[in-house]
Antibody, heavy 120, light 111 residues
Framework: EVQLLESGGGLVQPGGSLRLSCAAS????????MSWVRQAPGKGLAWVSA????????YYADSVKGRFTISRDNSKNTLYLQMNSLRAEDTAVYYC?????????????WGQGTTVTVSS | QSALTQPASVSGSPGQSITISCTGT?????????VSWYQQHPGKAPKLMIY???KRPSGVSNRFSGSKSGNTASLTISGLQAEDEADYYC???????????FGGGTKLTVL
């Protein structure tokens, strides 16, 4: 069964850091680009970051550029999102998603999400 | 404000058809055939329903169809069923530098 399982969410103070993980199974992880998509409480979906299959190319939304870092460990079939200098507006459910198109055109598999709350 | 514009809500009775629009620009919807649609039930992860404007992933009912004209894409659901009640989001590849843009979402109510 194709599956993505996020972890690492929690409560963090403004200015703090958090690292999210996404464990992939059931497909050849090394063949696919991956993305993080978030959803603030009661709001819509917002793309956050993407990484190529090899990990050699990374992309970020303007709202997180310079603060978040996406990476992957293909030997562990795991995707990461390092989040620094967190702000209240980063509060959201964070989903990892598999990108079969290779150019972030669409996402065919999503994790269940992990909740990040930034508050003092 | 979302990059793609969707109506906040639509409704229909069981058995009817509804259409949700998604309006962008020539940098996204109008310029590429990379529009996708997602269904999201409360508390659940999004589910891919349509990709590349009109393609259906395996397992998605043929009651769901997609199309595009100019800068506006559309999702049509025919033969509405109670389980179709959910939020629907469109998205598109964009050459603006963001890579992906989403619509604000449309809440579908089955009366």
């Amino acid at each position: 069964e194709v599956q993505l399982l996020e972890s690492g969410g929690g409560l963090v103070q403004p200015g703090g850091s958090l690292r999210l993980s996404c464990a992939a199974s059931g497909f050849t992880f090394t063949s696919y680009a991956m993305s993080w998509v978030r959803q603030a409480p009661g709001k819509g979906l917002a793309w956050v970051s993407a990484i190529s299959a090899s990990g050699g190319s990374t992309y970020y939304a303007d709202s997180v550029k310079g603060r978040f870092t996406i990476s992957r460990d293909n030997s562990k079939n795991t995707l990461y999102l390092q989040m620094n200098s967190l702000r209240a507006e980063d509060t959201a459910v964070y989903y990892c998603a598999k990108d079969p198109s290779g150019i972030t055109a669409h996402f065919d598999v999503w994790g269940q999400g992990t909740t990040v709350t930034v508050s003092s | 404000q979302s990059a793609l514009t969707q109506p906040a809500s639509v409704s229909g009775s069981p058995g009817q058809s509804i259409t949700i629009s998604c309006t962008g620009t020539s940098s996204d919807v109008g310029g590429y055939n990379y529009v996708s649609w997602y269904q999201q039930h409360p508390g659940k992860a999004p589910k891919l329903m349509i990709y590349d404007v009109s393609k259906r992933p395996s397992g998605v009912s043929n009651r769901f169809s997609g199309s595009k004209s100019g800068n506006t894409a559309s999702l049509t659901i025919s033969g509405l069923q109670a389980e179709d009640e959910a939020d629907y989001y469109c998205s598109s590849y964009t050459d603006s530098g963001t890579l992906v843009v989403f619509g604000g979402g449309t809440k579908l109510t089955v009366l």
